[in-house]
């Protein structure tokens, strides 16, 4: 990578963030200078090592400078050592703070072993927003665990009754079988949740979807909003309909 301004460098260091290691805990980058904060546990030595290693000859060592390719000029370099090994968070915008990460979402969250069976929701009252590009991604991740050699399959569920992305998504495939609606209708007959989950879950498996991944094709089960426009437009029961029942409230996540 050419480095022809201070963006530039700032840049070259965020996407070498992964090998920044115990060293470096964080960096400001400025016009005329770098300021690195440096782990306790860093040295000063150790952060120059790592600057050979990332810039090679347009770092220079002895005087803790870069060379900018445009011109003659440095950008110098200063660390300093935070106390208590950590710098103090700073807010920035949210397509930033994620786009030198390999993913938006934290391994160890995605990684990390939830009891029971968890119901994880994409939810916002306004639409437009991504809830269905989110939830996509992070199907997409949950695919690519590198640890995985064989995905656990998520039940993917389209509850979003205006904008149904996914059941869209999944048009081109045969009828639905089972759909969130039809979830919602035998919800509202029936009283016990493990004869719901009796009637129910054969049919809930029939649909799919596929995420195609580096290394492979991941399928996940999808139960979409509707089988046809009339169940949609005359509905029966909503989610609402259960919700405000306080003998069912959590019914449809029990179930899920």
């Known amino acids: 990578m050419l480095l022809y301004t201070w963006k530039d460098v700032e840049r070259k260091l965020l996407l070498n963030k992964d090998k920044w290691g115990t060293v470096i805990v964080d960096i400001e980058t400025y016009t005329d200078e770098v300021i690195v904060h440096l782990n306790e546990e860093g040295t000063e030595k150790d952060a120059d090592t790592l600057f050979d290693e990332i810039f090679d000859k347009k ?38 703070s994620v786009l030198y990460q390999k993913s938006a979402y934290y391994d160890a969250l995605i990684e990390k072993e939830l009891p029971g069976v968890p119901v994880i929701a994409f939810h916002s009252y306004k639409g437009g927003v991504g809830r269905t590009l989110s939830l996509l991604a992070f199907v997409k991740a949950w695919s690519s665990l590198k640890d995985m050699k064989n995905p656990k399959k998520l039940l993917v569920v389209d509850a979003d009754i205006e904008a149904p992305g996914i059941t869209w998504l999944t048009k081109g495939q045969e009828e639905a079988a089972f759909t969130f609606l039809d979830l919602s209708e035998i919800t509202q007959e029936k009283e016990n949740v493990d004869e719901i989950i009796e009637l129910i879950s054969d049919k809930m498996s029939e649909l799919s979807i596929k995420i195609e991944t580096e290394k492979t094709i991941v399928e996940h089960i999808v139960l979409p909003t509707y089988r046809y426009i009339e169940q949609l437009l005359d509905m029966y029961s909503s989610p609402e309909s259960l919700a405000i029942s306080y003998s069912k409230k959590y019914v449809l996540s029990e179930v899920l």
Not at 65 to 70: M, S
Not at 82 to 92: D, H, N, Q
Request: aromatic share 10%; glycine share 6%.
């Open 59 to 96: 770092y220079e060592n002895e005087k803790h400078r870069i060379l900018l390719d445009l011109s003659d000029e440095y950008l110098n370099v200063t660390f300093e050592i935070e106390e208590g090994g950590e710098k103090k968070s700073v807010v920035v915008p949210l397509f930033k």
